[in-house]
Nanobody
Framework: VRLVESGGGLVQPGGSLRLSCAAS????????ARWVRQAPGKGLEWVST????????YYSDAVKGRVTVSRDNAKNTLYLQMNSLKPDDTALYYC????????WGQGTQVTVSS
């Protein structure tokens, strides 16, 4: 049972990235999914949530309007499309399972810098 994030990297301010989170060995479509980030020297910050069927999405004020969460339950994959990136978006991005955050990936690093 695991989650594996990918897609992070170094990007200039104003750029875009698409993060992915591949779920395995559990029924992904049964669970809400979330993105959480941790900036250097700071605590965990919730970014976004998507319901199990993908019909409803929620965003923190810090990313609203710049980020889109989606999922493909047939591929057991969660996505985070990030646009208009800012230096403040620099963080380790994690995906997490369900309302209880009971399963986490290892994270993927996003660095926004010129």
């Amino acid at each position: 049972v695991r989650l594996v994030e990918s897609g992070g990297g170094l990007v200039q301010p104003g750029g875009s990235l698409r993060l992915s989170c591949a779920a395995s060995e559990f029924t992904f479509s049964n669970y809400y999914a979330r993105w959480v980030r941790q900036a250097p020297g700071k605590g965990l910050e919730w970014v976004s949530t998507i319901t199990s069927d993908g019909r409803s999405t929620y965003y923190s004020d810090a990313v609203k309007g710049r980020v889109t969460v989606s999922r493909d339950n047939a591929k057991n994959t969660l996505y985070l499309q990030m646009n208009s990136l800012k230096p403040d978006d620099t963080a380790l991005y994690y995906c997490a399972r369900g309302g209880n955050f009971d399963l986490w990936g290892q994270g993927t690093q996003v660095t926004v810098s010129s």
